[in-house]
C-alpha cells in the first residue's frame, strides 16, 4: 500500500458506511415505532430520509470497492427509543457527528487526490446539513 493516505481513506470511508447503514435502519425503525399526537408527520418525516441515506450508502460502498477495499457489511449500533422526542434527539445527534466525519473525510480525500469524491462529499454534506436543520427545526418548539 503506497503511502498516499489510501488506506486511511478506506478505513474512514467504512467506518463511514456503517453509519450510513445505521441511519437507515434508524429511520425505518423510528418510522415504524413512533406513536403519538406526530405520528403521522414523523414516520412520513423519518421514512423520507431513508432514499438519501441508502443513496450516501451506495457512494461510499463503491468509492470502497473500487480503491481496492472491501465494505463493512454491519451497521454502527442503532439506538432504539421509544419517545418521539428521543427519536429527534437521537436521530440529530447521529446527523451531527455524521457531518463532522464527512468534513474530516473530505479533506482526507482531497489528500488522497480523490478529487471527484471531494466533489461527491460536497453534495453528501449539503444532505446531511440539511437532515440536521430540519431535526433542529423540529426539536425547536417541541412541547
Ligand atoms: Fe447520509
Ligand atoms: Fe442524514
Do not use: C
Amino acid at each position: 500500500m503506497k503511502h498516499d493516505g489510501r488506506q486511511e481513506l478506506i478505513d474512514g470511508l467504512n467506518e463511514d458506511l456503517r453509519g450510513e447503514f445505521q441511519a437507515v435502519i434508524m429511520y425505518r425503525l423510528y418510522a415504524s415505532m413512533v406513536q403519538g399526537p406526530y405520528r403521522q408527520e414523523l414516520r412520513a418525516f423519518f421514512a423520507s430520509e431513508i432514499p438519501e441515506e441508502l443513496m450516501h450508502a451506495q457512494i461510499l460502498a463503491d468509492k470502497i470497492s473500487s480503491l481496492g477495499g472491501t465494505p463493512v457489511a454491519e451497521p454502527a449500533p442503532v439506538p432504539v427509543v421509544f419517545e418521539a422526542k428521543e427519536m429527534l434527539q437521537k436521530a440529530l445527534d447521529a446527523e451531527v457527528a455524521t457531518l463532522a466525519r464527512y468534513v474530516k473525510r473530505r479533506s482526507q480525500a482531497e489528500k488522497a487526490g480523490e478529487h471527484g469524491l471531494v466533489v461527491q462529499f460536497d453534495d453528501i454534506i449539503a444532505d446531511e446539513t440539511n437532515h440536521r436543520d430540519e431535526l433542529r427545526q423540529m426539536l425547536a418548539r417541541w412541547p
